[in-house]
């Protein structure tokens, strides 16, 4: 018979990877927690498997590195983890002028947000088709939806994330694999994060709880997959941004927004 597998989870040591974890862990899915924080990642696994009675593993890796998406594939194989399930949920974003941030850091963002969700995607999939089941969840961001000033590598980040997710999807449905394309707008961060995430600037439309980002997701997964935009302002901005002129929008954008000083 064939063993239970396992939903990997990338960036699940804090914020909506961290929720993603628990939420599927309620529903009694064995896990593989990756991060780069690796005593984090240690305590929740801990946590997970004395409440709900599952397997967790965790897998200390920084995903930024070139080819970290087929490490970690090759690790998972030599621990002989069958993934079910793919959160790639793993980002982070910096805000400033382009040419003030570090290119190294913005190279680790394309690694991280790109590079790495391909080469897992890719390797992870053929045994999802091969069982005619399993799913691929992806987070990109509203920030995906149009080109940002100061925000220029990591929206060009979650356009790619968004549109390879969606293409994505409409290649695999018919193997039984679900993609789902998550784009959530700003996070409320949550208590359990708050020392670290300093003072942050009121935002239009508010900010969103990852519970209810979790739940979104979850709900398109067992629908069998598709775009989750959440919330109901977030969802009439997406779609009133098709009505602005492509070559418009980014100089409309920069004029509501300033360069973080
Ligand atoms: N926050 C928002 O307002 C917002 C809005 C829209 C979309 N999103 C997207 O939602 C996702 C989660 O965001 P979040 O707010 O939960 O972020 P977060 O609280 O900063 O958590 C990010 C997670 O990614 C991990 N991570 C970062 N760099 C990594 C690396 N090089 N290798 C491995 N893991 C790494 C972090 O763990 P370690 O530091 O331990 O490695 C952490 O677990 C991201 O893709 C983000 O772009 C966020």
């Not at 397997?55 to 890796?61: A, H, W, Y």
């Not at 959160?87 to 680790?108: H, I, K, P, T, Y």
């Not at 968004?162 to 018919?174: D, I, Y």
């Not at 775009?227 to 070559?247: C, M």
Request: hydrophobic share 45%; proline share 5%.
């Amino acid at each position: 018979m064939r063993q239970p597998g396992y939903a990997l989870v990338t960036g699940a040591s804090r914020g909506l990877g961290r929720c993603f974890a628990r939420t599927l862990a309620a529903r009694k899915q064995n896990l593989v927690l990756v991060a780069r924080s690796g005593e984090k990642l240690d305590a929740l696994a801990c946590e997970l498997r004395t409440a709900h009675g599952i397997q967790v593993e965790s897998i200390p890796f920084d995903l930024a590195q070139s080819g970290a998406g087929q490490h970690l594939a090759d690790e998972l194989t030599a621990r002989g983890l069958q993934i079910d399930l793919l959160v790639n949920n793993a980002g982070f974003g910096d805000q400033g002028r382009f040419l003030e941030l570090s290119l190294e850091r913005q190279l680790r963002a394309i690694n991280l947000h790109n590079a790495t969700v391909v080469e897992l995607t890719h390797r992870l999939l053929p045994a999802m088709i091969e069982q005619e089941q399993g799913g691929v969840i992806t987070i990109s961001s509203m920030a995906g939806f149009q080109p940002i000033p100061f925000a220029s590598v990591y929206s060009a980040t979650k356009a790619f994330l968004t549109t390879f997710s969606l293409a994505l999807e409409a290649e695999v449905a018919r193997f039984g694999v679900r993609v789902v394309t998550v784009c959530p707008g700003r996070l409320r961060v949550s208590p359990e994060d708050a020392e670290n995430s300093g003072q942050r600037k009121k935002f239009p439309g508010g900010e969103q709880a990852h519970e209810d980002v979790v739940k979104e997701a979850l709900r398109a997964l067992d629908r069998g997959g598709g775009l989750v935009i959440p919330g109901a302002i977030n969802k009439f901005a997406a779609f009133a941004e098709r009505f602005i002129p492509r070559s418009k929008v980014a100089r409309l954008i920069k004029k509501i927004s300033k360069p973080p000083s």
